[in-house]
């Protein structure tokens, strides 16, 4: 007999895996950050490239190697995210990063958080099919994210980053997809 939990992961995977198949390709993030209670903001354009990684992809199979998974093979698929980002308002330098996502059941894998070059789980769930939330905890943070698909061109996105139940920052974000995927052959 098949448990509730394993049809309910099985679900959940499925539904990842398609959320990020639809989120490939190359989009323009303009965000918000407010730091509270001041109310401080910071604005930041910034172009991300989302890449599909499939099970077995050597990328996800050295992500479990970095948390430690007994079968290297056991990340059902995930997600190549890279970024160019520019501060407005001459706050900061352009930033340049990437990091690798890896699913297995209801948790979320990755190479670092977003505050910490080390190795984070984070629980995820989908409230509706084209919305997955996030919630990560480390350093005694806590960090709440949305991401909703809106039709094939659009993406929002709210970030909440609490510590000692008090929340920190909020950050908002609307995301327009500028390429979708390529084909290998035009890599």
């Known amino acids: 007999m098949t448990s ?3 049809i309910v992961q099985t679900a959940d995977e499925k539904m990842i895996a398609e959320f990020f198949q639809a989120s490939v ?28 990684l499939a099970q077995g992809d050597d990328e996800l199979q050295q992500l479990a190697q970095l948390h430690e998974l007994s079968d290297l093979g056991s990340l059902i698929c995930g997600a190549k995210v ?13 930033a340049i990063g990437m990091t690798i996502f890896g699913v297995l059941g209801n948790i979320l894998y990755r190479d670092r958080g977003f505050a910490t070059t080390k190795p984070v789980k984070a629980q995820y769930n989908f409230p509706h099919p084209k919305t997955l939330c996030l ?12 991401i909703k698909l809106i039709g ?9 980053i609490s510590r000692a139940g008090e929340q920190l920052i909020i950050g908002q974000y609307l995301e327009k997809r500028i390429q979708a995927e390529t084909s290998p052959l035009m890599s």
Do not use: A, C
């Open 25 to 52: 390709g190359k989009w323009r993030s303009e965000r918000r950050y407010y730091t509270l209670p001041q109310g401080k903001i910071k604005e930041i354009v910034s172009i991300i490239t989302i890449k599909f």
């Open 82 to 94: 890279s970024w160019e980002s520019n501060y407005l308002h001459n706050e900061r330098k352009e």
């Open 152 to 160: 094939d061109k659009y993406r929002t996105r709210q970030s909440i």
């Open 4 to 6: 509730l939990l394993k």
């Open 135 to 146: 919630r990560t905890e480390y350093n005694n943070s806590v960090f709440e994210e949305e």
